[in-house]
């Protein structure tokens, strides 16, 4: 798609109402929320440009396209692996236009110029999308009751 802008969620505090709303649809009822009222506390939490957790936006012209996340910790019990790509998501109507591959590229990229070299993340069910963009599968995962696996990708220094 073209003249999607990815910026840190901080600049764009305006879409959290947005965010919050399509991922307590997604994810809500898995997480036992009534209200997206959550999941817009947690969005505050990733305002920011240095300090993890940090989210970013794709929009453009005011339009929200998406969102993902670096965090320190995604997964209880696996707090051994860090730092994690979490909170990926593209809006029902935008996807396959490439934006969640960006999202994803965006993030790594901001790990890389923080010196990660690797970067984690668990799915319970994209496991062939995500290994399309370069990860592998670690380990198997329960979240929630929902069982998915841990993936890793070693992010190469340019
Ligand atoms: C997963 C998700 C972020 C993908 O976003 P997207 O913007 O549609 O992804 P992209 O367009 O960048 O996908 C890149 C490629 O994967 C393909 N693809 C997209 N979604 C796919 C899916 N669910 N399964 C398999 N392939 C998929 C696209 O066709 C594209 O292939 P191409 O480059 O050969 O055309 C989006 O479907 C989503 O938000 N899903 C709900 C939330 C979710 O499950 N997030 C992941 C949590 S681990």
């Known amino acids: 798609m073209r003249d999607v802008r990815i910026s ?12 919050a709303q399509w991922l307590f649809d997604h994810w809500g009822s898995i997480l036992g929320e ?9 969005l505050k939490a990733h305002m920011s440009r240095d300090k993890l957790p ?24 696996r707090e051994d692996l ?29 790990a890389r110029s923080r ?3 690797t970067l984690y993340l668990f799915t319970l069910d994209l496991q062939t999308w995500y290994s399309h963009l370069g990860w592998t599968v670690l380990a198997p995962c329960v979240w929630h009751e929902h069982v998915g696996d841990i993936m890793f990708k070693r992010l190469k220094v340019a």
């Open 8 to 19: 840190y969620l901080i600049e764009h505090p305006e879409y959290i109402p947005q965010l």
């Open 54 to 77: 940090i989210a970013w936006v794709a929009h453009a012209d005011g339009q929200l396209f998406g969102t993902a996340a670096l965090r320190v910790h995604d997964l209880e019990g």
């Open 115 to 117: 010196a990660i070299r």
């Open 82 to 110: 860090t730092p994690w790509l979490g909170g990926v998501f593209v809006g029902s109507r935008f996807r396959r236009q490439g934006i969640g591959a960006a999202l994803c590229t965006a993030v790594e990229d901001a």
């Open 34 to 42: 009534q209200t997206p009222d959550a999941r817009i506390e947690k």
